[in-house]
């Protein structure tokens, strides 16, 4: 037999009523065979489960009997449940049909045990307690529902409490189960405190473990990874809505039991989960078209909600503001989309939330918290318009209360803190906060890490950035970036960057480093600036055709080349600049040249050096691949694409004939407004008669010190977002490792130039394109996780009542000892105060 039901299943040439005209052949046989038949239809009903399910159909009409005697198989029937997948509630119901209502002459004891033992087994399961969500099990709940002999063995309202809850399972066993709770409930005589355990044991089912060496208190990353959604979409697992109805009964016993949470070994954590997992099962009530059936589904509603309350005026009580400020962001991250809430349930929610968010805040004003709520409430999206679906009483309260936590939010300005030095890591803060000013950057290298926090219209913005064009190594590198910098934007204390530090490429090792190198080697991790729709060349990547025509034969070489910063001679223009051949036979520029220019006496700016670079200029040395003549081919660089950020490196360092280095202290100008002349490509977007891209600066990478592994690092520097004006718009500071100061006054040129030269001297300047080709300002949506894990580490790791350490990633280990790695050690500090010890330059 089961060599016929393959053939019958599993033939690829019959239609299916030539397969139901075969079966229906193969079962007019004597009713012995009928059932073998019938037996290996229902062991093999995963070959067809549609086909499958239509046989037996057809076996109720002409084989009743034998049928009824295989389903009387409890394990048989286990199996063709799991068997037909989606269509295992056709073969709950084909089984309820042939028991007929007389199910309990025909279904023994053994056939429940069979049944729900089966079915742990093939799911892999210790017992039928613990089956997980699946169509199977969703089946036999229904055909439990429908005879109530195939009841599981011994049940009790655990399980079920746990089923109820968990938000995976089919929608359609949820009623049934919440009707076998209660009913256990009863036969078991269960008072509320009862039902209250069985309740939280169900919301804490899915709780992580931690990861943290006491265990009495939940680390930072632990409490972001259960408040924050992990999932692109933002949608999130948590509870079922029916959770609700489960706690409803039991709320006030589930209120006591909270303070005896709090006193357990993990009980912080239990406490926190079982409150975001009932949360979620709030906003899957708010989003939903719910009915309880008997049960008053707003009065259930509104009993969780003021649960979730209680609970956090007990956190509030005993000091528990890392547990607070997880529940309170779990509320801003998830908030509710108001087009489609279920305005029963508005009003009672917009009433929790004011209550939470702003009253329980003000009622302890000299509370950790409070320092952190308006960063928290920052996280608010702004109103939308009221849609169809909700009333305008229950629309406008949830507009009014936005508005008035947005009133108390800051803004998410960036950049306004500062850095901890690790042991001589200022070439890296510097440049961190460079980064950090880069509105385009940071908005863009957000989208990365979904979700983000809600967009201020309530839409989603496009993804820009083309993940496949990012390099697989740089992961981790943009991971950590990313973390640094909504740090930077959210913080109010000195951030230590020590992911991103440790995982960079030249790691903790206390020693002073060129920021030069640092930041090619960043970009490189960004992607590539050619390609376009990559990090690097959305923000720094820019195009040149470079060019050589010999003079005697006027044969020319081109070849076009990407860049993310031009790196300028301190050669002042119109001094005697050698030029060097590389190994492609493309020549540039020498270094050396710069050496020869005395630094007391010469000046120039940034226009100069860069319409330097760009000049024709003759290769000495270079013999023509085309006549052979030397001496007489001239080189040209042209800008074909101007980048959206332009990143210009003076270079400041020179080899000397010892082989060493020496520092040029040429005074530069750096100019805040600046063209930079272009030729467009017959390809280019831009417009062919355009033939410069206008630019201003935003950030300056001062240097004090001989040599780039010597010295001290500082950032200069003002929000990318300001115009194409003068100096004076945005605010300009000093950003020197973890002390940030606003420059005095009005910033102009001049006092620009004072900062950039002396002591320090201008070593990266940063400049912002202004003109038509500017792409728009996109906004800028931090990634939710990171959000959330800012605003906790903003809070103090010890609180009342409660001891215990935490580590967190965020918390930098002890620096390296300090150590200067040469300079002269009667150098002049730079502006500031001194640097620190050791036998040079140190930060």
Known sequence: MEAAVREILCSGSLDAASKRALFEKRLAVP???????????????????????????K????????????????????????????????????????????????????TSVDLWEGLARLHGSATWEYLPPSPARAAAIRLWSRLPELAPPQVTSAPLARWLVQAEAPEAEKPILLKALQSAWVEQQAGVAMQAEDAFAALLQDMPGLASKDERRPSVEWLVAVAVPSSRSGRHSGASLWACPLLASAAEAAAAAAVEFLGAPRGRAALTFAWITLYTAVLGALHGDVNFGDINSEATVCAILRLLERICGLLSSKGCWRELATALLCIVVRWPDSGRTNKAFLAAWVDFARHVLLDLPDSRPEAPLATVIPILLAAVPAPSEPSETTSSSSASSLEELTKDLRARASGLTGALVGLTNLGNTCYLNSLLQAMALTVGLTADLFTLFPPQLPAASGACDAERVDHALLPATGAAVRATLAQALTRLFLARRPVSPTAFAAGSCFGLSGQQQDVTELARWLFERLGEPDKEGSLLERSFGGRTRVSIRCGSCQHLQE??????????????????????????????????????????????????????????????????????????????????????????????????????????????????????PFKPTSDSAEGMEQ???????????????????SGHYVCLGRSSEVGAGDASEGVWRRFDD??????????????????????????????????????????????????????????????EGFGGSNTSSVVAPPPPPLGGTGGSPDMQSPPGGPLGGGGGWVC
């Open 31 to 57: 009713p012995t065979q009928q059932a073998e038949l019938i037996g290996a239809l229902l062991e093999r009903l995963d070959l067809d489960p549609a086909g499958g399910v239509s046989f037996l159909a």
């Open 59 to 110: 076996c109720i009409v002409t084989a009743k009997e034998a049928l009824r005697g295989q389903l009387q198989n409890g394990s048989r029937l286990a199996t063709a449940l799991v068997g037909a997948g989606a269509k295992a509630n056709s073969v709950a119901d084909t089984a309820a049909v042939v028991f007929g209502r007389q199910g309990g002459a025909f279904v023994g004891t053994g």
């Open 559 to 676: 070849r076009p080349e990407a860049f993310s910063d031009l790196c300028l001679s301190m050669a002042v223009p119109g001094s005697s600049a050698a030029a060097t051949v590389t190994g492609d036979g493309i020549a540039s520029v020498s270094s050396t040249a710069a050496v020869a220019v005395p630094p007391q006496c010469s000046t120039t700016s940034t226009t100069d050096l860069l319409h330097a670079y760009l000049e024709e200029e003759t290769l000495a040395g270079y013999r023509c691949d085309s006549c052979g003549a030397m001496g007489s081919s001239l080189r040209r660089c042209e800008i074909t694409r101007p980048p959206q950020q332009l990143v210009v490196t003076l270079n400041r360092f020179a080899y000397t004939k010892q082989g060493g280095q020496e520092k040029v202290d040429t005074h530069v100008a750096v100019d805040v407004s600046l063209r930079l």
């Open 691 to 709: 033939t410069a891209a206008s630019y201003v600066l935003y950030a300056i990478v001062t240097h004090a010190g001989s040599t780039p592994h």
């Open 738 to 799: 973890s002390t940030v100061s606003a420059l005095p006054g009005t910033t102009t040129q001049e006092a620009l130039d004072q900062l950039a030269n002396g002591a320090a001297t201008a070593y990266m300047l940063f400049y912002r394109r202004c003109d038509g080709g500017a792409r728009p300002a996109a906004p800028r949506r931090l990634p939710s996780r990171f959000f959330a894990e800012s605003v906790l580490a903003e809070l103090p790791d010890d609180t």
